[in-house]
């Protein structure tokens, strides 16, 4: 059974920094790929980063300079590094793994203060 944990939102500051964790279990971590996702209220789950089991990366355009995505196969876990918060950031975060099918984590909240 696939289990996705994300950990370090909070409450930050607009210009602050935050990173994100997801730690994956009951899979082949290395061989999949990994994505963050956010929900802000009343908006549908948008893409904010993905990377492959071979490290390529992407991200959206509204992000892109700002946040940082990596893995760590030796950790099973997925970071997500997050810079110059706006409060248009504010958001739940979900981490995602592919491998087949999509699995999803419980979300974490991130809030951006102006």
């Known amino acids: 059974q696939v289990q996705l944990v994300e950990s370090g939102g909070g409450l930050v500051q607009a210009g602050g920094s935050l990173r994100l964790s997801c730690a994956a279990s009951?899979?082949?971590?290395?061989?999949?790929?990994l994505g963050w996702y956010r929900q802000a209220p009343g908006k549908q789950r948008e893409l904010v980063a993905q990377?492959?089991?071979?490290?390529?990366?992407t991200y959206a355009d509204s992000v892109k300079g700002r946040f940082t995505i990596s893995r760590s196969n030796a950790k099973n876990t997925v970071y997500l590094q997050m810079s110059s918060l706006k409060p248009e950031d504010t958001a739940v975060y979900y981490c995602?793994?592919?491998?087949?099918?999509?699995?999803w984590g419980q979300g974490t909240q991130v809030t951006v203060s102006s």
């Open positions: 009951g899979t082949i971590f290395s061989l999949s790929d």
């Open positions: 995602d793994l592919f491998r087949g099918y999509t699995y």
């Open positions: 990377i492959t089991s071979r490290s390529t990366t």
